[in-house]
């Protein structure tokens, strides 16, 4: 079942603009974490943020999270054609015996025009 | 390099024919697993492994097998495809699933078209 959800499903920018997507998840979690999938690749790591975080940075990435509203957000900073990607969040889910398993959302399709 | 290696990246088959799609890693991770991606559905989990000759079901396993006999391979099998099988699949790993904080490396994913 779906953890997180992202929201929009896909936006569009001009190059140059940031671009923000957020995501929102059902259940407690320890941390979330965001990747990024180019057109036929597999996904890449970008950032995890712990739960007792509320923000964090990655070059042009900024990453919050709110555990009280159970939602994050993934902010893209001046945004390069490059950029142009879907981005997932991701959430653990406990699988018994201290291991876990992630739980992806169904993405934001980004498109950044040069 | 540190990689996450799948074979083939394209297959065209059809219905019945038993086929294996490979993943390999290089970085001596312990967890590794198998994620099938469809329009509208997202990443879905079809099984995981968390050590040699230890694995489990994900979220979509039917019609798919696996086997972990060394760490570092994990194949898929689907012992008799069917066309509702048609999908991008991926392999990952981590270095461990104890703990939540274990970003996942991906391969870049095989193609599949069972007609």
């Known amino acids: 079942s779906q953890q997180g959800e992202e929201d929009p499903q896909a936006l569009s920018i001009q190059e140059g603009e940031n671009a923000t997507m957020n995501c929102s998840y059902k259940?407690?979690?320890?941390?979330l974490q965001w990747y990024r999938q180019n057109s036929g690749r597999g996904l890449v790591h970008l950032i995890l943020i712990r739960s007792n975080e509320r923000e964090k940075h990655s070059g042009r990435l900024r990453v919050t999270l709110d555990t009280s509203k159970k939602s994050s957000s993934l902010l893209i900073t001046a945004s390069r054609a490059a950029d142009t990607a879907s981005y997932f969040c991701a959430t653990p889910t406990y699988s018994g015996a201290g291991s876990y398993q992630l739980t992806f959302g169904k993405g934001t399709k980004l498109s950044v025009i040069p | 390099e540190a990689q996450v290696t799948q074979n083939p990246r394209y297959l065209i088959t059809v219905t019945g024919k038993k086929l294996t799609v490979t993943c390999s890693q290089n970085?001596?991770?312990?967890?590794m697993s198998w994620y099938r991606q469809d329009p509208g559905l997202g990443l879905r989990q079809i099984y995981y492994?968390?050590?040699?000759?230890?694995?489990d079901k994900g979220d979509v396993p039917e019609g798919y097998k696996v086997s972990r006999k060394e760490k570092r391979n994990f194949p898929l099998i689907l012992e008799s495809p069917s066309p509702n099988q048609t999908s991008l699949y991926f392999c990952a790993s981590s270095p461990s699933s104890l703990g939540s904080n274990q970003p996942q490396h991906f391969g870049d994913g095989t193609r599949l078209s069972i007609l």
């Open positions: 259940t407690s979690i320890n941390n």
């Open positions: 492994s968390m050590n040699v000759e230890v694995t």
């Open positions: 970085m001596n991770h312990e967890y």
